[in-house]
Nanobody
Framework: QVQLVESGGGLVQPGGSLRLSCAAS????????MGWYRQAPGKQRELIGRLYYADVVKGRFTISRGNAQNTVVLQMNSLKPEDTAVYYC???????????WGQGTQVTVSS
């Protein structure tokens, strides 16, 4: 029904930047809000933010619409080692109670 595919993860040095993208496909009927989560080793999965309308600014991170249709972007600047985690794209149902998840993309911040 709904497929989410993340891209852009990888290895980056402290202080560097990464731009993660999530492409959504399938029947969503405009009733879903896109967002990003992350899960670091040994920690709970945490919500970074959901994009309801305006860009979401969370300190060093910004969530915005991508240039391609049906995409959402997580821009990460001034990355720190503690940002190392698997980052997940999420589609949260507004009309119906259901969520869809991407497969996750690994972000490693290390020298």
């Amino acid at each position: 029904q709904v497929q989410l595919v993340e891209s852009g993860g990888g290895l980056v040095q402290p202080g560097g930047s990464l731009r993660l993208s999530c492409a959504a496909s399938g029947s969503m009927f405009g009733g879903y809000v896109m967002g990003w989560y992350r899960q670091a080793p040994g920690k709970q999965r945490e919500l970074i933010g959901r994009l309801y309308y305006a860009d979401v600014v969370k300190g060093r991170f910004t969530i915005s619409r991508g240039n391609a249709q049906n995409t959402v972007v997580l821009q990460m600047n001034s990355l720190k080692p503690e940002d190392t985690a698997v980052y997940y794209c999420n589609a949260h149902g507004i009309i119906v109670t259901e969520d869809y998840w991407g497969q996750g993309t690994q972000v490693t911040v290390s020298s």
